[in-house]
Protein backbone atom coordinates (compact mmCIF):
# COMPACT_ATOMS: atom_id res chain seq x y z
CA UNK A 1 0.00 0.00 0.00
CA UNK A 2 1.14 3.23 -1.24
CA UNK A 3 1.88 5.79 2.10
CA UNK A 4 1.47 9.65 1.91
CA UNK A 5 3.29 11.58 -0.46
CA UNK A 6 4.38 14.86 -0.06
CA UNK A 7 6.28 17.21 -2.32
CA UNK A 8 8.45 19.04 -2.41
CA UNK A 9 10.43 17.54 0.61
CA UNK A 10 12.51 20.94 0.93
CA UNK A 11 11.93 24.12 0.07
CA UNK A 12 13.45 27.53 0.69
CA UNK A 13 12.17 30.93 -0.10
CA UNK A 14 12.32 34.89 0.92
CA UNK A 15 9.65 36.22 3.09
CA UNK A 16 6.61 37.93 1.44
CA UNK A 17 7.47 35.28 -1.67
CA UNK A 18 4.43 32.55 -2.16
CA UNK A 19 4.93 28.75 -1.62
CA UNK A 20 2.60 25.69 -2.47
CA UNK A 21 2.85 22.32 -1.31
CA UNK A 22 1.36 19.31 -2.13
CA UNK A 23 -0.10 16.01 -0.89
CA UNK A 24 -1.53 12.80 -1.83
CA UNK A 25 -3.52 10.63 0.50
CA UNK A 26 -3.64 7.03 1.08
CA UNK A 27 -5.96 5.51 -1.40
CA UNK A 28 -9.70 5.69 0.19
CA UNK A 29 -8.82 7.73 2.94
CA UNK A 30 -11.90 10.10 3.49
CA UNK A 31 -10.08 12.20 6.31
CA UNK A 32 -6.87 14.33 5.29
CA UNK A 33 -4.61 16.97 7.88
CA UNK A 34 -2.35 19.57 7.49
CA UNK A 35 -0.03 20.13 10.31
CA UNK A 36 2.73 22.43 11.29
CA UNK A 37 5.34 21.32 12.80
CA UNK A 38 8.24 23.88 14.47
CA UNK A 39 10.80 22.99 15.72
CA UNK A 40 11.39 21.37 18.80
CA UNK A 41 7.44 21.32 18.91
CA UNK A 42 4.66 19.13 18.55
CA UNK A 43 2.30 19.37 15.09
CA UNK A 44 -0.26 21.68 15.69
CA UNK A 45 -2.95 21.21 13.39
CA UNK A 46 -4.00 24.10 10.54
CA UNK A 47 -6.53 22.35 8.58
CA UNK A 48 -8.88 19.40 8.38
CA UNK A 49 -10.49 17.82 5.63
CA UNK A 50 -13.38 15.10 5.13
CA UNK A 51 -13.51 14.46 1.86
CA UNK A 52 -13.56 17.82 -0.34
CA UNK A 53 -14.99 20.07 2.41
CA UNK A 54 -13.19 21.42 5.82
CA UNK A 55 -13.93 20.07 8.96
CA UNK A 56 -11.72 22.47 11.21
CA UNK A 57 -9.76 25.09 9.87
CA UNK A 58 -9.87 27.34 12.99
CA UNK A 59 -5.91 27.51 13.59
CA UNK A 60 -4.83 28.41 9.84
CA UNK A 61 -4.03 31.95 9.28
CA UNK A 62 -6.11 32.78 6.69
CA UNK A 63 -5.04 36.22 6.33
CA UNK A 64 -1.81 34.14 4.19
CA UNK A 65 -2.81 30.30 4.37
CA UNK A 66 -4.73 28.66 2.22
CA UNK A 67 -5.64 25.07 1.60
CA UNK A 68 -8.19 22.98 -0.78
CA UNK A 69 -8.89 19.45 -1.79
CA UNK A 70 -10.34 19.15 -5.13
CA UNK A 71 -12.22 15.72 -5.77
CA UNK A 72 -11.66 15.13 -2.16
CA UNK A 73 -8.84 13.53 -2.83
CA UNK A 74 -5.18 15.47 -3.77
CA UNK A 75 -4.85 18.39 -1.63
CA UNK A 76 -2.63 21.11 -1.78
CA UNK A 77 -1.39 24.22 1.08
CA UNK A 78 -0.22 27.62 0.03
CA UNK A 79 2.03 30.20 1.81
CA UNK A 80 1.21 33.84 0.62
CA UNK A 81 3.24 36.00 1.35
CA UNK A 82 5.09 33.97 3.76
CA UNK A 83 6.60 34.98 7.05
CA UNK A 84 9.52 34.41 8.80
CA UNK A 85 7.54 32.74 11.16
CA UNK A 86 6.21 30.28 8.77
CA UNK A 87 9.69 28.31 8.71
CA UNK A 88 8.63 24.92 9.96
CA UNK A 89 7.95 21.27 8.77
CA UNK A 90 4.31 21.10 7.28
CA UNK A 91 3.43 17.55 7.60
CA UNK A 92 0.16 15.81 5.86
CA UNK A 93 -1.84 13.21 7.16
CA UNK A 94 -4.42 10.74 6.11
CA UNK A 95 -7.05 8.54 7.43
CA UNK A 96 -9.49 6.32 6.69
CA UNK A 97 -12.07 8.67 8.27
CA UNK A 98 -15.35 6.35 9.24
CA UNK A 99 -16.66 6.22 12.72
CA UNK A 100 -14.30 4.03 14.50
CA UNK A 101 -10.76 3.54 15.60
CA UNK A 102 -8.63 4.55 12.44
CA UNK A 103 -5.26 5.92 13.24
CA UNK A 104 -3.43 8.96 10.95
CA UNK A 105 -0.85 7.73 8.72
CA UNK A 106 1.74 10.72 8.07
CA UNK A 107 3.58 11.90 5.06
CA UNK A 108 7.71 12.32 5.37
CA UNK A 109 6.52 16.27 5.16
CA UNK A 110 8.05 19.69 4.23
CA UNK A 111 10.50 21.58 5.48
CA UNK A 112 9.95 25.03 4.57
CA UNK A 113 12.78 27.52 5.38
CA UNK A 114 11.47 31.13 4.96
CA UNK A 115 14.98 33.98 5.10
CA UNK B 1 -10.77 22.80 22.78
CA UNK B 2 -8.71 19.74 23.57
CA UNK B 3 -5.04 19.88 24.60
CA UNK B 4 -2.58 17.30 25.49
CA UNK B 5 0.40 17.95 27.95
CA UNK B 6 3.57 16.45 27.84
CA UNK B 7 5.90 17.79 30.64
CA UNK B 8 8.83 15.83 29.99
CA UNK B 9 10.84 17.36 27.12
CA UNK B 10 13.81 15.18 27.01
CA UNK B 11 14.40 11.61 28.73
CA UNK B 12 17.21 8.72 28.47
CA UNK B 13 17.65 5.63 29.19
CA UNK B 14 20.07 2.92 29.00
CA UNK B 15 19.58 0.16 26.34
CA UNK B 16 17.66 -2.25 27.92
CA UNK B 17 16.16 -0.93 30.09
CA UNK B 18 12.62 0.45 30.96
CA UNK B 19 11.42 3.69 30.40
CA UNK B 20 8.08 5.68 30.90
CA UNK B 21 6.66 8.54 29.02
CA UNK B 22 4.28 10.59 30.27
CA UNK B 23 1.53 12.46 28.92
CA UNK B 24 -2.14 14.39 30.08
CA UNK B 25 -4.77 15.54 28.48
CA UNK B 26 -7.78 17.77 28.97
CA UNK B 27 -11.21 17.45 26.99
CA UNK B 28 -15.09 17.09 28.28
CA UNK B 29 -15.57 14.14 25.92
CA UNK B 30 -16.57 10.95 27.59
CA UNK B 31 -15.09 8.79 24.21
CA UNK B 32 -12.38 9.56 22.15
CA UNK B 33 -8.81 7.28 20.84
CA UNK B 34 -5.35 8.16 21.92
CA UNK B 35 -2.19 7.14 20.33
CA UNK B 36 1.91 7.39 21.09
CA UNK B 37 4.00 8.73 17.53
CA UNK B 38 7.19 7.95 17.03
CA UNK B 39 9.17 10.52 15.15
CA UNK B 40 13.23 9.57 13.64
CA UNK B 41 14.60 11.80 12.49
CA UNK B 42 13.88 11.00 9.13
CA UNK B 43 10.45 13.00 10.38
CA UNK B 44 8.39 10.65 9.45
CA UNK B 45 5.14 9.95 12.49
CA UNK B 46 5.13 6.24 13.32
CA UNK B 47 2.33 4.76 15.09
CA UNK B 48 3.41 2.96 18.18
CA UNK B 49 0.19 2.24 20.26
CA UNK B 50 -3.02 3.36 20.67
CA UNK B 51 -6.29 3.38 22.94
CA UNK B 52 -10.11 3.58 22.56
CA UNK B 53 -10.96 5.36 25.80
CA UNK B 54 -14.29 2.86 26.63
CA UNK B 55 -11.37 0.10 26.99
CA UNK B 56 -10.22 -0.06 30.38
CA UNK B 57 -8.12 -2.76 29.49
CA UNK B 58 -4.31 -1.32 28.33
CA UNK B 59 -2.99 -1.87 25.35
CA UNK B 60 0.39 -3.51 24.59
CA UNK B 61 2.57 -4.22 21.65
CA UNK B 62 5.28 -6.30 22.20
CA UNK B 63 7.93 -3.70 24.32
CA UNK B 64 5.30 -1.20 23.86
CA UNK B 65 2.59 -0.82 26.85
CA UNK B 66 0.30 1.71 28.41
CA UNK B 67 -0.86 2.98 31.50
CA UNK B 68 -4.50 4.43 31.39
CA UNK B 69 -5.90 6.34 33.81
CA UNK B 70 -9.07 7.86 32.58
CA UNK B 71 -10.54 9.56 35.50
CA UNK B 72 -6.59 11.14 35.96
CA UNK B 73 -6.99 11.75 32.07
CA UNK B 74 -3.52 10.36 32.32
CA UNK B 75 -1.97 8.29 29.33
CA UNK B 76 1.77 7.05 29.59
CA UNK B 77 4.25 4.90 27.66
CA UNK B 78 6.34 2.26 28.95
CA UNK B 79 9.21 0.89 27.01
CA UNK B 80 10.51 -2.12 28.06
CA UNK B 81 14.01 -3.40 27.00
CA UNK B 82 15.04 -0.20 25.16
CA UNK B 83 16.75 -0.42 22.03
CA UNK B 84 19.28 2.13 20.10
CA UNK B 85 16.35 1.77 16.94
CA UNK B 86 13.72 3.40 19.84
CA UNK B 87 15.73 6.73 20.01
CA UNK B 88 13.47 9.73 18.87
CA UNK B 89 10.45 12.01 19.39
CA UNK B 90 7.60 10.74 21.20
CA UNK B 91 3.98 12.37 20.59
CA UNK B 92 1.11 11.90 22.55
CA UNK B 93 -1.79 12.22 20.36
CA UNK B 94 -5.65 12.80 21.08
CA UNK B 95 -8.56 12.25 18.65
CA UNK B 96 -12.20 12.77 18.74
CA UNK B 97 -14.64 10.74 17.81
CA UNK B 98 -17.02 12.67 16.19
CA UNK B 99 -15.22 14.72 13.96
CA UNK B 100 -11.52 12.71 13.99
CA UNK B 101 -9.95 15.74 15.19
CA UNK B 102 -6.24 15.19 15.96
CA UNK B 103 -4.34 17.03 18.33
CA UNK B 104 -0.95 16.38 19.69
CA UNK B 105 1.52 17.19 22.62
CA UNK B 106 5.02 18.89 22.46
CA UNK B 107 6.65 15.67 22.20
CA UNK B 108 9.62 13.93 24.22
CA UNK B 109 12.62 12.92 23.04
CA UNK B 110 14.00 10.16 23.76
CA UNK B 111 17.59 9.11 24.18
CA UNK B 112 19.16 5.21 24.32
CA UNK B 113 22.31 5.60 25.90
CA UNK B 114 24.64 2.13 24.53
Known amino acids: EAGVAQSPRYKIIEKRQSVAFWCNPISGHATLYWYQQILGQGPKLLIQFQNNGVVDDSQLPKDRFSAERLKGVDSTLKIQPAKLEDSAVYLC?????????????FGQGTRLTVV | AQTVTQSQPEMSVQEAETVTLSCTYDTSESDYYLFWYKQPPSRQMILVIR??????QNATENRFSVNFQKAAKSFSLKISDSQLGDAAMYFCAYRSVGNNDMRFGAGTRLTVKP
Open chain 1, 93 to 105: ASSLGRQGFTEAF
Open chain 2, 51 to 56: QEAYKQ
